[in-house]
T-cell receptor, first 116, second 112 residues
Framework: DAGVIQSPRHEVTEMGQEVTLRCKPI?????LFWYRQTMMRGLELLIY????????DSGMPEDRFSAKMPNASFSTLKIQPSEPRDSAVYFC??????????????FGPGTRLTVL | GENVEQHPSTLSVQEGDSAVIKCTYS??????FPWYKQELGKRPQLIID?????GEKKDQRIAVTLNKTAKHFSLHITETQPEDSAVYFC???????????FGSGTRLLVRP
């Protein structure tokens, strides 16, 4: 298995532009997570999906952020309009889902976003 | 909600020495505590985890201990090697969701 796949790996854009980050989870995994990592705030969960349905989006910073999962093998995180404070590394992770919720979350390589 | 505090923020040890990283959590209902290692520019990767019904777990040179009464858990690395140099994150999972709350990270440097 190729693991969690994210694209692009690096994105540089100007303030006000729309940014779309993409993720392909590990095949067969029912849970997908979007995280943001910054020096100031550390690693924080933005949103997670179960079977393509958003379960908890309480970490989404504001209305400029939106996430979708149209099918089991693809998810997007969109920022519109982007701002310099959105600069961060965005990780996607997936897990298989177990009854006691202790299954491993596997992280993708991340997308390093820079908003000028 | 759950809050996880991690100490120290940086740790420098001599190769061969032991390293200990400590975390405390606030939600007494938390039942799962993974530890992730993140090398520079790479993704976080799970190195060990512990469930609330276990007090200690060991995997070769790394071990994790859990004290549910005090709500703290620790990572122990013995016989440290330069390749152990990385940032280590602890995390806690709440009782009713898949939401992992991460500590702020510990940057471990192992000096050759």
């Amino acid at each position: 298995d190729a693991g969690v796949i994210q694209s692009p790996r690096h994105e540089v854009t100007e303030m006000g532009q729309e940014v779309t980050l993409r993720c392909k989870p590990i095949s067969g995994h029912d849970y997908l997570f979007w995280y943001r990592q910054t020096m100031m705030r550390g690693l924080e969960l933005l949103i997670y999906f179960n079977n393509n349905v958003p379960i908890d989006d309480s970490g989404m910073p504001e209305d400029r952020f939106s996430a979708k999962m149209p099918n089991a093998s693809f998810s997007t995180l969109k920022i519109q309009p982007s701002e310099p404070r959105d600069s961060a590394v965005y990780f996607c992770a997936s897990s298989s889902g177990t009854e006691d919720r202790t299954d491993t979350q596997y992280f993708g390589p991340g997308t390093r976003l820079t908003v000028l | 909600g759950e809050n996880v505090e991690q100490h120290p923020s940086t740790l420098s040890v001599q190769e061969g020495d032991s390293a200990v990283i400590k975390c405390t959590y606030s939600d007494s209902a938390s039942n799962y505590f993974p530890w992730y290692k993140q090398e520079l520019g790479k993704r976080p990767q799970l190195i060990i985890d512990i469930r609330s019904n276990v007090g200690e777990k060991k995997d070769q040179r790394i071990a994790v201990t859990l004290n549910k009464t005090a709500k703290h858990f620790s990572l122990h690395i013995t016989e440290t090697q330069p390749e152990d140099s990385a940032v280590y994150f602890c995390a806690a999972l709440g009782d009713s969701s898949y939401k992992l709350i991460f500590g702020s990270g510990t940057r471990l440097l192992v000096r050759p």
